[in-house]
T-cell receptor, first 109, second 115 residues
């Protein structure tokens, strides 16, 4: 079967750095997405990786290793507004998006 | 109105009721999606429409019936639902290029409770 694994919950301190991991086992691979979802709100797009390596976008970076079936989202200089769930999703060989259950990130002052 | 809108935002219905969820996108996109989001579970893709044609139906029970009258509007008709259907129903749209490798824009969702 197809599977996306990410931690259920993480806690970090304001101003610090946090890394949210995502591992996947899918039938084929056509890219990996990260979305942010604040409680009670719609998910919003953060990043898309299809090649190995690190993509940086301001305070957020996303890394992909296709050979390891692994990605991470790195958040720097954490702010209270970064408290949210972070969803990892993989586009499989049929171009179907397979979603993880999300990681709830709690930021403490 | 901008982005993706959904109405109603909250819905409580009995198991014998018939109701409809509405989604509208103002982004000029060609693809629209219905998702079900239950607590602590992955997003479940229910239906995909591309250029008003249904291209995916992920084994969804027939008590859920989608309708896409044009590329800007998407409906989900609900009939004789079960309590386990209580969830957040999200609509999304995308340009529909790159066979799914484009970002999806989500609406705020409809929180559905089935009594």
């Amino acid at each position: 079967g197809q599977n996306i694994d990410q931690p259920t919950e993480m806690t970090a301190t304001e101003g610090a750095i946090v890394q949210i991991n995502c591992t996947y086992q899918t039938s084929g691979f056509n890219g990996l997405f990260w979305y942010q979802q604040h409680a009670g709100e719609a998910p919003t797009f953060l990043s898309y990786n299809v090649l190995d390596g690190l993509e940086e976008k301001g305070r957020f970076s996303s890394f992909l290793s296709r050979s390891k079936g692994y990605s991470y989202l790195l958040l720097k200089e954490l702010q209270m507004k970064d408290s949210a769930s972070y969803l990892c999703a993989v586009l499989d060989s049929n171009y179907q998006l397979i979603w993880g259950a999300g990681t709830k990130l709690i930021i403490k002052p | 109105e901008t982005g993706v809108t959904q109405t109603p935002r909250h819905l409580v219905m009995g198991m014998t009721n018939k109701k409809s969820l509405k989604c509208e996108q103002h982004l000029g996109h060609n693809a629209m999606y219905w998702y079900k989001q239950s607590a602590k579970k992955p997003l479940e893709l229910m239906f995909v429409y591309s250029l008003e044609e249904r291209v995916e139906n992920n084994s969804v029970p027939s008590r859920f019936s989608p309708e896409c009258p044009n590329s800007s509007h998407l409906f989900l008709h609900l009939h004789t639902l079960q309590p386990e259907d209580s969830a957040l129903y999200l609509c999304a749209s995308s340009q529909g290029r790159d066979r799914g490798a484009d970002e999806q824009f989500f609406g705020p969702g409809t929180r559905l409770t089935v009594l």
